[in-house]
């Protein structure tokens, strides 16, 4: 049933919407944020400022046709996948302050449109104080409606929605967080912290997910490489999978030839985090955290480590790490998202130009594992010093597959938060900038795509469809102790900053 607006002749048609029972859940909110919600006195919120028949956003995980014919309203409602939560809103001109974190403790399908004139009132009628303005807000809303339909209110500044992303076959539920700051979006899901999508304009304004992956759980719960992961509790290779510490040696599986890779056979990619709303004037956030027991995947201690994600105002995506031991470890937490600037397209990413602030590299043997030697990048076709498009010179550079898959290391020694790389595309002016607390960054071409994965929107992933810049320690460290250490000691605090952020020309 297709719900209309109310019009003149039958204003109160809303009032019949049999949608409207139980919208209000439990809050999301933290505590402190909770105290300063105007709208605690009245905490029903009054959704007819909602519009649920909202058009769905193209790619948007939480609008895919569901297969049994349901609007995502009605599989909402019935409790299926596809309700979100608004769990904190603000628009332009108005400060958090004014509109409250925590606007809408409404349940609604994504993409919800709302009526013209209606979210000013909606406040109004949230906070209880004047009937009047109420019916001003709602004559102002149908006046608006009827006069200019197209006239729609600008788009939430800020806002942090959450919703069911669906369940691992084992029946636990995944959720999704989708960050919006200004023209920014990002989505990051609870299973292996995994950012699903970053949404950017290009130089002419045009919006798109300028990331691979897939547009359901599903996709990601099969076999893929690390798509937009949270990777640990080592990233990149140890070689031999296997370690000394102290007196004794760890054993780990080798899910990389006779090497490990990224945390191992079930890494930090592959489960659950705990999410939670943070407060940041930064913008909307989300932590999301994991206790990592003592002897998973072999790792000695127990590791509890927490991953911001954060939708800043200078269009960027912040995450910042932090994790404490309760005995000593090997941790180098990195995230692996694949970037393809064009956006959603078929066209892969040989001509985006690469400038690394590195002036070396650690040279890798056959299977990839570093050597032990601090190279330097001039004159051969690992240098980045200047924009260089990526496939210049990438068939030069070996390797089977052929690409780059090297760690570089940074002039700023992992010392301080700098620009690690920056990288363009001519075609659509997009250009992503990596900042980096870390001392190294994995340089990564998709080598290993080969068309047999298709991701979002049925795009076939092809070799260097996109690329990785993955801030990191360098790998297998714990075999190369002139490598700046990856080893954590009980009562000390790992920490990594690192930023992606998006800018055009
Ligand atoms: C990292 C590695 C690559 C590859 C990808 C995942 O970037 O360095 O060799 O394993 O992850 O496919």
């Known amino acids: 049933m ?54 769905t956003a193209h790619h948007d995980p939480c609008c895919q046709k569901p297969p049994w014919g349901l609007s995502p ?40 449109r709302r009526w013209p004139g209606g979210s000013r009132a909606m406040e109004h009628g949230r906070r209880g104080r004047s009937a009047i303005l109420l019916l001003l807000g709602v004559s102002l809303g149908l006046l608006g409606g009827g006069i200019a339909g197209a006239a729609e209110p600008a788009a939430p500044t800020r806002s942090l929605t959450k919703m069911n992303y669906g369940k691992l076959p084992d029946g636990t539920p995944v959720e999704l967080y ?6 920014l979006t990002v989505s990051v899901m609870t299973y292996g912290a995994i950012v699903t999508k970053i949404v950017v304009p290009d130089r002419s304004g045009k919006p798109d997910d300028v990331t691979l992956g897939f547009d359901t759980l599903e996709g990601y719960l099969g076999p893929h490489p690390y798509f937009g992961a949270t990777v640990g509790r080592v990233a990149n290779r140890i ?20 090497h490990s890779l990224h945390g191992g056979l079930k890494g930090f990619d592959k489960v659950v985090w705990k999410a939670e709303p943070v407060e940041s004037d930064e913008g909307p956030s989300v932590r999301m955290s994991y206790r990592s027991p003592d002897g998973e ?24 790490y932090v994790a ?12 692996h998202t694949y970037f393809n600037l064009g956006g959603q397209t078929t066209k892969n990413i040989l001509e985006h130009e690469l400038m690394i602030e590195a002036d070396r590299y650690t040279p890798v043997d056959a299977t990839l594992i570093p050597t032990g030697e601090l190279a330097p990048v001039a004159g051969t076709p690992m240098d980045f010093t200047r924009p260089t498009p990526i496939g210049q010179r990438i068939e030069e550079v070996g390797g089977e597959p052929t690409g780059y898959d090297h760690n570089y290391v940074l002039r700023s020694g992992g010392k301080t938060l700098a620009l690690a790389a920056r990288a363009f595309d001519p075609a659509t002016g997009r250009i992503l900038e990596m900042l980096t607390t870390e001392p190294g960054v994995q340089f990564y071409t998709g080598n290993f795509l080969d068309g047999t994965i298709t ?19 360098f790998p297998d460290s714990v075999h190369h ?3 700046p250490s990856v080893i954590l000691e009980p009562g000390s605090t790992y920490r990594q900053t690192t930023i992606y952020r998006f800018l055009t020309r």
């Open 455 to 473: 991701g979002k929107g049925g795009i076939v992933y092809r070799k260097h469809h996109g690329f990785c810049l993955e801030a990191q320690h």
């Open 178 to 183: 989708i960050l919006r700051n200004g023209d």
């Open 239 to 258: 070689a031999g999978a296997r370690f000394t510490l102290g007196n004794r040696e760890y054993r780990l599986a080798a899910n990389n030839g006779p």
């Open 297 to 320: 995947e072999g790792y000695p201690g127990n590791l509890d480590v927490s991953v911001t994600f954060t939708a800043t105002s200078d269009r960027a995506l912040r995450i910042d």
């Open 324 to 335: 404490t031991t309760d005995q000593s470890t090997p941790v180098n937490l990195s995230n």
């Open 481 to 483: 102790p002139q490598f």
């Open 73 to 112: 309203v009605r599989r909402g409602l019935t409790g299926l996948p596809g309700f979100v939560e608004v769990v904190s809103e603000s628009r332009a001109g108005e400060t958090d302050e004014a509109s409250g974190p925590g606007l809408g403790r409404i349940r609604r399908p994504c993409e919800p």
């Open 2 to 55: 297709r719900y209309e607006k109310p019009t003149r002749a039958n204003p109160t048609m809303r009032r019949k919407d049999p949608r409207r029972v139980n919208r209000v859940t439990k809050t999301h909110l933290s505590p402190t944020m909770r105290r300063k919600d105007p709208r605690r006195v009245n905490p029903a919120p009054r959704e007819w400022a909602v519009d649920f028949e909202g058009p």
